[in-house]
Structure formats: structure tokens, C-alpha cells
């Protein structure tokens, strides 16, 4: 049998050789055993011999690893002989092992057959540098990120990548460790950054799983690359890596205002609502994580720093000609940040900003992340625009992520709203805006204040099932105190109402009426029932169950969830109660050959109770208006349905690279205003024309229902 090569010894990857060493030695060892099975016993046979060739090899490799010291080296070349000798130690016992093996096992073909297999996991360890199947596996290594799926030898799933149990394994390991996989088709490889772009990648940082054991670290110099396809360096008592990425596509897309209805309107959609083209950033970014040794026991300091990049665009405020932010987008650290502490066997403590776990259980089921025809769209997705609701990545928040327990686990956060008015209409501590995705001054808000979605304490949670390639999870969320005032302001704002003679909230300086409550604010006038205006802030939750199975080896991946969310108003509101509803996502991925997938979703969004009709839509009157009362419209019953559909291909061509095209469709009914491009896109399409686009308060662009959006797009992905 021909013997595999072992690499050249270095202080990186001495303890590897070592465990080479012993693999090759124990596969001459079963080969001579079963020769000697076919000859007379011989007296004096044992296992000095071979320790006798072990420490002539041991000792061949040492001055690879052993210099001649310095007298104050002595210390470190102390460690480095009682190494050896832990190691020759736990070479002895092998060899103890195999012979109580070779006792039991009488046949000369089972031998054979065992020293074949050994063969197999001392080449595939070779290849892989890292210990062969027959060795015990180093308890703190991590399974290879399924995000790291690349040609021509991806890494495998969470769940697949450990090294086999035994040796008769090892030839099937090899095979599935170097099988290159479709794009898309890895559990995790399409999901968002959580902690780069992999759960599973994710999970195993969370717990401090990669932390180096501390004789591994004394191996290496401070800064020195640690071995493998990831940017990882080890630190003083720890490791850190580099990641991020890049994405950016060219795009053509209609907000189709031609086919929209009039409505109410008087005047047909302001400026171009047809096919432009443009040039996006989509879901870029680049961070930093690893993991230290602490004075606690088994217990790891964790961190992670991750930000946005603009690659297409400069830098600067968020703003459009609906809305306005105080966040500047491509800044250090607008992304998922954190630190806290992680223990392998207890979970993890960890106090930042994050995706919450509501976002996170469902991500690897969205094939598109980041593309046109994202799932966000319309999942999380409350109101049609392209804010996503339940999709926000909540700044000061502290969470806990358990260990997973024969595949189950779950994660649990809390963000408090640290917000200091009793409807959650100011800016909370802190903070630079509104949460919710407003801001005061935006356009089309009276009073001017954090009252279109802004919210107080949050609470995420989900729990999940793995046994790859089966994955099921359960999330909820609730957000408290939304504050939705300026959606009821909007509608009764062009004068007061004809048919109610009670209590009114109002801005209006001049109006003398009885039970006035006069809020001194600037903006459109309005004049409100203060039923309504009080009722108007609401606790609003979310929750969701979700499936995903891959068929076939996982050449076809398929994922399915039902949503349901809910606004918690009292029943004489729900005529305007355009959050509550159900949702529903159906996706796949079928593998083209090792290097190109195709993917297809559909999203449906179904009716809500009620609609503030604040956009050119319908002609409901509402409550205690007259026709006479001008555009107070809103009602229940509207046809407000909304149908995406998505389809996209992938082709890798090259480590980590990627070059993908897809094309999606929203298909608004009568009264929706559901739009492309949430979940993450530089540029997004939506219902608004170009009318009173000034980006402050002063913008008050149309936004107009019931209509089909379409756009295609071209774009290079490179993961690292």
C-alpha cells in the first residue's frame, strides 16, 4: 500500500503531523499483524518494536519544532517535550487498543479491510489537515461555517463536517468533504450576517466553539493565520477573523403607475412609474469576530464588530422622497455588533445590536437575500412598504442563545424601549432616530413626532428543531406601544368631521369646539375623535412556523412558512387596521451540476381587517365623514391581497464567487401597496410617484395601490 505523504512540520502543524505519524505507523502495524496472522507465532512479538519506530519518528520531527533555546527559553522548550511525551503517551495507548482489536478480530480479511479504511482517513487527513479518523476529535474544533460552501472541495453542514466516528466512515467523509455543491443549496449558505453569513457559522462563534485550547495556542506566534479557507488569525489567547460581503448588480425595474387607478386622486401619477434602470449595493458588509479565553472556566469573551459598505454610492444620510433618517448609511458598526460571554455547555450572554431571533429562524429559507424579490417583501411585512416591520435589526438589546440538545435549541432577547413618553412617540435614548423606521419630519406626519410605527420594549424568541436535512422552528415577537397616530391624523385632515359633535384632539389653533385636546405641533392640520387618536397606539406581535427539507442530498431544498400578525387595537378601530393579517412563503432550490442552482418563491400576503386608504385608492368614507368632508377615506372589507413571485440563478465561478440573475414580480389587488427591494437592497421600487418629493418634512409624494411591479437584475456576489 502506498503511503501517504505527510506535510512538512511546522509550529502550526505539529500537533497534525504527529497524529499523520501515528496513523501511518498503526496502518504498517495492521498490515504486518495480518501477515503474521498467516505465519507461526514467533515468541517476542510486542509492541517495543514499534514504540522503539515511533520515537525514532517523533524524534525526526521534534527539530523541526525544537530549535537550539536560549537559557530563557527553557520554559518554552520544557512545554514543547512534555508535549511530545503526552503525545507518544496517547500513541502507546493506540497501539494498546489495536492490539485487543486484532485479539477480537480473527479474520485476515477484516484486517484488511480495517487498514484499508485507516488508509483512507490518514489520506483524507492529509488533505484536510486535520486528524484522521481513527484519532479522537479535538473537542473545542468547529464544524466548517456552511456559509464556506466553495469549489472544488466546499466545507460541509454543521451536521455533516465533524470527523467520522470510526474508520469504515472515513472513505464516505472524504468523498462528501470534497464534492462540490450547488450555490444555494447548503442549510444557511443564503441566510443574512448574523455573525457573517452563516447560522450555523453564527451558532458556533456564539457558543466561543472555536476557541483554541491552550496547548494548541503556545504552537503559534501572535497574528499568525491559522490554517483553512477563512481570513481567521490567532491572538494572544484566542482567534479572530475577518469576513464580509460584497454584492452589487445592475437592475431594470417598474413601479407600473401607468396600469394604477385614480381612485380619489384628481390628477394621474406625477413623473416616470416605468421601467429605470440603476446600479445597487445590496447587503454589503465586512466585520470582525473572535473569541478569548477568560478567567472563568470553559468560558470564552466573545465579540463580533460588523458594518455596512456602500460600494456604488458615497456615504451619507439615509434619505428618500418619503422618508428621512438620521442614520448614515456605510459608517463603522451599523450592522450587528455585540460582546459577551459563551460557554459550550451553558450557551451564550451577549448585549449589542442584532438581527432579533424572530428575523434570524426563518433567514436560511430565503433563497434570495438581498436580490430583488427578497422575502421581506412581504414577510414580517405589515404595511406594503418596504420597512419591514418585523424584520428590524434592534439596537440595545440583550439576548441568550442555549446549546443545542439533540438538535433543539433556542434563542431569547429583550430591547428595551428606553423611551420616556408613555406613547412612544419620542426618540428613544441613545438614539440617532425613531424606532420603527421613521423619523420626526418625515413627510406626510402630523404632529411631528415618532407616530408612523415607532414602538417600546421588545421581546424575540424561537426555538428549533435540527437533524439536517430536516430544519423546523417556531419564532414570535412582540413589539409595545406602537404609536400609528399619524395614520388616523391623515385621514381626518381635511376638515372636521361633519357627523360627530364629541371630544377632538387637534392641532388647529382656531377651533374653538367642546372637549378640545390641542397638541402644539406643526404639520397638516387635523381633527380627530380623541377615541381614535388615543386608541391608536397598540402593542403589535408576530409569529411564525417554519419548515425547510432538502431532497436528494440536498440537490433540492424546499421551505415553506405561515405567518400570522396582529394589532392589538379595540374593535371600533379595526375599520382602519391595516397590520393585522396572515402571510404565506413557498420556496425551492434545485441544484443545476456542482456549480449553478435555480431557485422560485412565492409570497402572499392576504386581506386585513380594515385600510387608512391614505393613498390614492379607495372611496370608503370613514367614520363620522360625509362625501362633503373630502378625502377622509378608510373602511373595512378593502381587496388589499398582494402576490410576489421571484425566480433566480446562480453560477459559481470562483472560490466564494458568484454571479446570479433574477427577475420578481409584486402583484398589488385594488387597495395593496406592497413594493420591491425590502430586505436589504441599495435601491428599492415603490408606490410613490415623484409629486412634493423635497425629503422633509414638507414631502408629500402619492403613493398609489393596486399596482404590479417588476424588475430584473444582474449582480456579483463574493463571500469571505
Known amino acids: 500500500m502506498k503511503k501517504s505523504a505527510a506535510p512538512a512540520t511546522t509550529d502550526s502543524t505539529m500537533g497534525n503531523h504527529s497524529t499523520i505519524v501515528a496513523l501511518q505507523t498503526k496502518t504498517q502495524l495492521r498490515k504486518r499483524r495480518t501477515l503474521s496472522r498467516r505465519q507461526p507465532a514467533r515468541c517476542g512479538q510486542g509492541s517495543g518494536p514499534l514504540l522503539v519506530v515511533l520515537v525514532f519518528f517523533l524524534l525526526a520531527a521534534a527539530p523541526a519544532t525544537i530549535h537550539p533555546q536560549a537559557a530563557e527559553d527553557k520554559q518554552a522548550l520544557q512545554s514543547q517535550i512534555e508535549k511530545l511525551t503526552k503525545e507518544l503517551e496517547d500513541v502507546q495507548a493506540r497501539l494498546e487498543t489495536l492490539e485487543a482489536r486484532v485479539a477480537v478480530k480473527g479474520n485476515a480479511s477484516a484486517q484488511e479491510s480495517e487498514a484499508q479504511s485507516d488508509a483512507a482517513a490518514l489520506r483524507n487527513a492529509v488533505a484536510q489537515n486535520a486528524p484522521a479518523g481513527g484519532a479522537p476529535a479535538n473537542p473545542q474544533a468547529t464544524p466548517a461555517p456552511v456559509s464556506q460552501a466553495k469549489a472544488p472541495c466546499p466545507a460541509t453542514s454543521a451536521a455533516a463536517s465533524s470527523q467520522p466516528a470510526n474508520a469504515q466512515a472515513a472513505p464516505q467523509a472524504a468523498k462528501q468533504a470534497c464534492t462540490p455543491v450547488a450555490p444555494g443549496t447548503r442549510p444557511g449558505s443564503t441566510a443574512p450576517s448574523v455573525g457573517a453569513v452563516s447560522p450555523a457559522a453564527v451558532y458556533n462563534l456564539t457558543l466561543g466553539a472555536n476557541q483554541p485550547t491552550t496547548a494548541e495556542q503556545a504552537n503559534h506566534k501572535f497574528f499568525e493565520r491559522k490554517p483553512g479557507k477563512n481570513l481567521t488569525f490567532y491572538t494572544k489567547t484566542g482567534e479572530i477573523t475577518f469576513y464580509g460581503n460584497l454584492d452589487v448588480s445592475v437592475d431594470t425595474a417598474t413601479k407600473g403607475l401607468n396600469e394604477a387607478s385614480l381612485g380619489s386622486a384628481s390628477s394621474p401619477p406625477v413623473g416616470d412609474g416605468g421601467w429605470l434602470e440603476d446600479i445597487s449595493t445590496n447587503l454589503a458588509y465586512i466585520g470582525v469576530r473572535g473569541t478569548e479565553m477568560t478567567g472563568l472556566k470553559d468560558t470564552n469573551f466573545i465579540f463580533q464588530l460588523e458594518t455596512s459598505i456602500n460600494i456604488s454610492t458615497a456615504p451619507g444620510l439615509h434619505e428618500s422622497n418619503s422618508q428621512e433618517q438620521d442614520t448614515v448609511d456605510g459608517t463603522l458598526f451599523t ?18 445590536k442584532t438581527d432579533p431571533p424572530y428575523k434570524q429562524s426563518t433567514a436560511r429559507m430565503n433563497p434570495f437575500s438581498g436580490m430583488e424579490g427578497d422575502y421581506q417583501v412581504i414577510i414580517s411585512n405589515t404595511g406594503g412598504d418596504n420597512r419591514v416591520e418585523f424584520g428590524y435589526r434592534l439596537d440595545h438589546s440583550i439576548w441568550y442563545t442555549s446549546p443545542k440538545l439533540r438538535g433543539a435549541q433556542f434563542n431569547l432577547l429583550f430591547s428595551p424601549g428606553q423611551n420616556r413618553a408613555g406613547d412612544s412617540d419620542n426618540i428613544a435614548a441613545g438614539e440617532s432616530d425613531c424606532t420603527g423606521g421613521d423619523q420626526p419630519g418625515d413627510g406626510g406626519l402630523s404632529p411631528i413626532a415618532c407616530n408612523d410605527g415607532s414602538f417600546s420594549d421588545v421581546v424575540s424568541a424561537n426555538v428549533s428543531y435540527t437533524k439536517e436535512p430536516l430544519y423546523i422552528t417556531a419564532a414570535y415577537e412582540r413589539h409595545m406601544k406602537v404609536n400609528r397616530q399619524s395614520d388616523i391624523t391623515g385621514i381626518y385632515s381635511s376638515a372636521v368631521p361633519s357627523n ?93 451540476g456542482t456549480s449553478d442552482s435555480l431557485s422560485i418563491g412565492w409570497a402572499r400576503a392576504y386581506r386585513t381587517p380594515g385600510d387608512p386608504c391614505q393613498h390614492a385608492d379607495c372611496l370608503i368614507p370613514a367614520p363620522y365623514s360625509a362625501p362633503a368632508d373630502g378625502d377622509m377615506t378608510a373602511g373595512r372589507g378593502v381587496n388589499n391581497q398582494a402576490d410576489m413571485y421571484t425566480i433566480a440563478y446562480r453560477h459559481r465561478i470562483g472560490d466564494g464567487l458568484e454571479i446570479y440573475s433574477d427577475w420578481a414580480g409584486t402583484y398589488n389587488d385594488e387597495y395593496a401597496h406592497f413594493d420591491l427591494g425590502a430586505g436589504g437592497r441599495g435601491v428599492t421600487t415603490d408606490c410613490h410617484d415623484a409629486s412634493d418629493a423635497t425629503g422633509n418634512e414638507y414631502s408629500n409624494p402619492h403613493c398609489w395601490t393596486g399596482v404590479h411591479l417588476k424588475a430584473a437584475s444582474v449582480g456579483l456576489d463574493k463571500r469571505f
Do not use: C
Request: aromatic share 16%; proline share 5%; charged share 15%.
Open 500 to 592: 360627530y359633535s364629541g371630544p377632538i384632539t387637534t392641532n388647529d389653533p382656531s377651533y374653538t369646539g367642546p372637549n378640545t385636546t390641542f397638541i402644539n405641533s406643526s404639520g397638516y392640520l387635523f381633527w380627530v375623535p380623541t377615541a381614535f387618536y388615543n386608541a391608536d397606539v397598540a402593542d403589535e406581535d408576530a409569529g411564525k412556523i417554519g419548515i425547510q427539507y432538502g431532497f436528494f442530498k440536498n440537490k433540492t431544498v424546499v421551505s415553506a412558512l405561515v405567518e400570522k400578525m396582529h394589532r392589538y387595537v379595540p374593535g371600533y378601530m379595526e375599520w382602519q387596521n391595516e397590520r393585522q393579517r396572515l402571510g404565506s412563503w413557498l420556496a425551492a432550490t434545485q441544484a443545476i
Open 335 to 352: 450592522r450587528n455588533s455585540y460582546i459577551g460571554l459563551g460557554k459550550v455547555k451553558w450557551g451564550a450572554l451577549l448585549i449589542g
